[in-house]
């Protein structure tokens, strides 16, 4: 069973505009979310995260909206830039007072910008 | 550089073989996860430690083990290997639990079993 989902494998936008990818949770436990990007030969790489007390997280170009009733959150690249083209992981942990949780990640996203 | 290091980077081996996998964890983090990447697949946990104590365990086959030392670093042992078990494995660390943290990820050791 799939906690957290990423629908769409992958998503080509052309430079300069908006990219938005997806994600979406089942468990309503998940408390803290964060966006991870990964380059080829490389280990994901953390990106933006967010709080369940919040809907929305800006860091300079990234933005993640979440919205809890739809257990549903969204990262927004804007403008989108060449460099940016790279899998992106949604990922998500849900806080039980122990000390260390294990992230849930979703089958990510590959975003392509062409110039 | 995340502070993360794995070895090794590359490894391939045969069926029925058992390779080791170490992880070298950021100086101050407590927390060692391991996950694997299958064939262009999200992230699977496999098994989180924190500060030599196994902490959580996720879909982490019965071949497989792990430990974290008093030193911090981790191993990771894959024994029996099937084919099937050709994938990526990260180890990542955090200082100690995610509750508004990060894990920092190491680049991976692929394992190739033929």
């Known amino acids: 069973d799939q906690q957290v989902k990423q629908n769409s494998p992958s998503l080509s936008v052309q430079e300069g505009r908006i990219s938005i990818l997806n994600c979406d949770y089942t468990?309503?436990?998940?408390?803290?979310f964060l966006w991870y990007k990964k380059y080829p030969a490389e280990g994901p790489t953390f990106l933006i995260s967010?709080?369940?007390?919040?809907d929305k997280n800006e860091d300079g170009r990234f933005t993640v909206f979440l919205n809890k009733s739809a257990k549903h959150l969204s990262l927004h690249i804007v403008p989108s830039q060449p460099g940016d083209s790279a899998v992106y992981f949604c990922?998500?942990?849900?806080?039980?007072?122990?000390?260390?949780?294990?992230?849930?990640f979703g089958g990510g996203t590959r975003l392509m910008v062409k110039p | 550089d995340s502070g993360v290091t794995q070895t090794p980077k590359h490894l391939i081996t045969a069926t029925g073989q058992r390779v080791t996998l170490r992880c070298s964890p950021r100086?101050?983090?407590?927390?060692v996860y391991w996950y694997q990447q299958s064939l262009d697949q999200g992230l699977q946990f496999l098994i989180q430690?924190?500060?030599?104590?196994?902490?959580a365990k996720g879909n982490i086959l019965e071949r497989f083990s792990a430990q974290q030392f008093p030193d911090l670093h981790s191993e990771l042992n894959l024994s029996s290997l099937e084919l099937g078990d050709s994938a990526l494995y990260f180890c990542?660390?955090?200082?100690?639990?995610?509750?508004?943290?990060?894990?920092?990820f190491g680049e991976g050791s692929r394992l190739t079993v033929l």
């Open positions: 990542a660390s955090s200082v100690a639990g995610l509750a508004g943290g990060e894990l920092f």
């Open positions: 468990n309503s436990m998940f408390d803290y």
């Open positions: 967010i709080s369940s007390i919040k």
């Open positions: 990922a998500a942990s849900a806080e039980d007072g122990y000390a260390g949780n294990m992230l849930t």
């Open positions: 100086s101050g983090d407590l927390s």
């Open positions: 430690y924190y500060n030599g104590e196994e902490r």
